[in-house]
T-cell receptor, first 109, second 111 residues
Framework: TQLLEQSPQFLSIQEGENLTVYCNSS?????LQWYRQEPGEGPVLLVT???GGEVKKLKRLTFQFGDARKDSSLHITAAQPGDTGLYLC?????????WGLGTSLAVNP | DAGITQSPRHKVTETGTPVTLRCHQT?????MYWYRQDPGHGLRLIHY???????DKGEVSDGYSVSRSKTEDFLLTLESATSSQTSVYFC??????????FGPGTRLTVL
C-alpha cells in the first residue's frame, strides 16, 4: 500500500515566522501536487512538481521535489494569517492520487 | 477556477434511504473522481471515471455506486444510506492523470 506521510500534523506560528512542512513516502511518484484547503471548501491546487530535484516558487512559498521523487517539502517565508489552512500533498500513481493526511497550519496575527 | 459544481451542497437524510449526489463540469475533462473526507482519514477515493461509461472502484467503494452517461456529469449513489456514510463528499476533475481540480463539496448527514 502506498502511503504519503505529512509532518507536522499541526503547526501554530506567529505572523512573520518561517516554516517547512514535509511529505514523505517510500514510493516513487510520477509527479507530486500540493493543495491548500480552507474550512468548508474543496482543496485548491498550489503547484505540481514533476522532475526529481525540481524547485518551484509561488510568491512566499517554495516547493521542492526530492531527487528520488519520493518526497517533497513546502517552505513558507514570513507567514501571514492568510496562509492559514490545511496543506495537502498528493502523489500521482496509476491514474489516481495518493493523499497525505495534511498539515493544519494556523498563523496568528 | 475550474467549472465544477456539486449538488446538493447540504443534505440530511435518514438511514436506509437512497441518496444521489451530482457532480457537473464545464471543462470537458476526461477524468472525474468522487472522494469523501473525514477527520483522521483525509481524502479517500470512492470511485473514479476515465471516460463516459468507464468507471472503477477506489479504496472505499463499498455501499456506493456511480454512473457517467455524459462527459460533464458524474453521479454518486448511496443505495441505502448508513450513519457511517455521514461525511463531506468532494468531486474532482482532471485532464491529465495527476493534477485534480475540486468542487465545493457536499456535506451529507445520515441520521
Amino acid at each position: 500500500t502506498q502511503l504519503l506521510e505529512q509532518s507536522p500534523q499541526f503547526l501554530s506560528i506567529q505572523e512573520g515566522e518561517n516554516l517547512t512542512v514535509y511529505c514523505n513516502s517510500s514510493s516513487v511518484f510520477s509527479s507530486l501536487q500540493w493543495y491548500r484547503q480552507e474550512p468548508g471548501e474543496g482543496p485548491v491546487l498550489l503547484v505540481t512538481v514533476v522532475t526529481g530535484g525540481e524547485v518551484k516558487k509561488l510568491k512566499r512559498l517554495t516547493f521542492q521535489f526530492g531527487d528520488a521523487r519520493k518526497d517533497s517539502s513546502l517552505h513558507i517565508t514570513a507567514a501571514q494569517p492568510g496562509d492559514t489552512g490545511l496543506y495537502l500533498c498528493a502523489g500521482a500513481s496509476n491514474r489516481k492520487l495518493i493523499w497525505g493526511l495534511g498539515t493544519s497550519l494556523a498563523v496568528n496575527p | 477556477d475550474a467549472g465544477i459544481t456539486q449538488s446538493p451542497r447540504h443534505k440530511v437524510t435518514e438511514t436506509g434511504t437512497p441518496v444521489t449526489l451530482r457532480c457537473h463540469q464545464t471543462e470537458n475533462h476526461r477524468y472525474m473522481y468522487w472522494y469523501r473526507q473525514d477527520p483522521g482519514h483525509g481524502l479517500r477515493l470512492i470511485h473514479y471515471s476515465y471516460g463516459v461509461k468507464d468507471t472503477d472502484k477506489g479504496e472505499v467503494s463499498d455501499g456506493y455506486s456511480v454512473s457517467r452517461s455524459k462527459t460533464e456529469d458524474f453521479l454518486l449513489t448511496l443505495e441505502s444510506a448508513t450513519s457511517s456514510q455521514t461525511s463531506v463528499y468532494f468531486c474532482a476533475i482532471s485532464e491529465e492523470e495527476d493534477t485534480q481540480y475540486f468542487g465545493p463539496g457536499t456535506r451529507l448527514t445520515v441520521l
